[in-house]
């Protein structure tokens, strides 16, 4: 079982390291198609970009987000493997993106190759040309091993599944659309930019190819929720939060209104088994709210600052305040009904001494 976790851990770390190359990439397309969506004609329906200049700042945006999974399967195999597995997990997310295995291809090409390259640096090789394995060997034969295996094995059955979740999306109403809001919304508020919220994003943003843009929203929605509402939970019970917690709630408000969930993690370290549920509730509710209204989302970002480049703008900004609201409200009841129980027993406790 220790065995399993320490591989589990790897992964995650890996995983983490992926993202974390992947963020520029995700920043820059999402501002550029941001920007050029914001000043074209938008409906429910899509966009419109007619202005040359606009369109060469979507191109480049477009073209930025299209790195999106190849980086993240090259960092991810550098997070197992350091910079002798980076080609070899490019190459295998280029293979999933070129085969349309989505996200999850591209995940699995960076774990694929991590291990990979881990496996042939552990081969005994005389001291004379072992320089040779991280710039020659690792890449040869790791990336072969990668290619062949991404292109006649993982490809197709991933690339199958990705196509029948996208029609299944396409055609989703009703409950089955709310229900997967509402999962979404909790993976996104869960962890607060750890590794559930990340796979929840990821998720719904690989979809833009496809044009869908309806589950981008919830995410969206959900990405601001935890620290705006925490923030808002400070705000509406001050003497029962210390100045260091006022002071946090301050920085998460901001930090929400910029689409940051690390805003939130000050008060979930602190309090994680009333903090996180209420943060999972809002950000659940916020996300159906925001799926119900068939509100669209162009950028692969959240919070108030992507209202622009949203349809529905209104019922988006009242996803946003109800599921802070929510977060708000069953935070302030779980910690405020616990600490209240405890203030009485340690004043009984007191006068008990004192007597």
């Not at 190459?91 to 090409?109: C, Q």
């Not at 981008?216 to 601001?224: D, G, H, M, T």
Request: net charge positive.
């Amino acid at each position: 079982m220790s065995l399993i976790k320490q591989e589990l851990n790897r992964i995650k770390e890996a995983l983490m390291t992926g993202v974390g190359y992947m963020i520029p990439f995700v920043v820059f397309g999402g501002i550029c198609i941001a920007l050029s969506i914001a000043f074209s004609d938008m409906s429910s329906k899509g966009v419109n970009i007619t202005n040359p200049i606009l369109k060469v700042i979507n191109t480049f945006g477009t073209q930025s987000m299209g790195m999106m999974i190849p980086i993240l399967a090259a960092f991810t195999a550098f997070g197992f493997a350091d910079r002798a597995a980076i080609m070899p997990g490019f190459l295998g997310g280029l293979i999933a993106v070129n085969g349309e295995a989505g996200f999850l291809g591209g995940l699995i090409a960076g774990i694929l190759a991590g291990y990979i390259v881990m496996a042939i640096k552990k081969i005994p090789i005389p001291a004379t040309v072992r320089a040779l394995v991280p710039i020659f060997v690792a890449p040869l034969v790791g990336g072969l091993s990668v290619a062949v295996i991404m292109q006649y094995i993982v490809v197709a059955p991933i690339s199958g599944l990705m196509k029948t979740l996208t029609l299944f999306l396409q055609n989703m109403q009703g409950g089955n659309a709310i229900l997967l809001a509402a999962i979404l919304g909790i993976m996104t508020a869960f962890d607060m930019g750890g590794p559930v919220n990340v796979v929840a994003c990821l998720f719904a943003w690989s979809f833009f190819s496809d044009n869908i843009y309806t589950l981008s929203a919830p995410v969206a929605v959900a990405i601001a929720t935890p620290p705006l509402g925490m923030g808002l939970a400070t705000l509406l019970a001050k003497n029962r939060y210390d100045s260091i917690d006022r002071e946090s709630g301050k920085a998460a408000l901001v930090m929400g209104m910029i689409g940051i969930s690390e805003g939130a993690i000050p008060f979930a370290a602190k309090d994680p088994l009333r903090v996180i549920p209420a943060n999972c509730l809002g950000g659940a509710v916020g996300a159906m709210i925001a799926m119900a209204a068939g509100v669209n989302e162009y950028a692969p970002h959240g919070g108030p600052i992507v209202t622009l480049v949203a349809t529905h703008k209104l019922w988006y900004l009242l996803a946003i305040i109800v599921g802070a609201t929510v977060t708000a409200i069953t935070a302030n009841f779980l910690k405020f009904g616990f600490n209240n129980k405890k203030k009485k027993i340690n004043t009984t406790n007191t006068d008990t001494s004192s007597d």
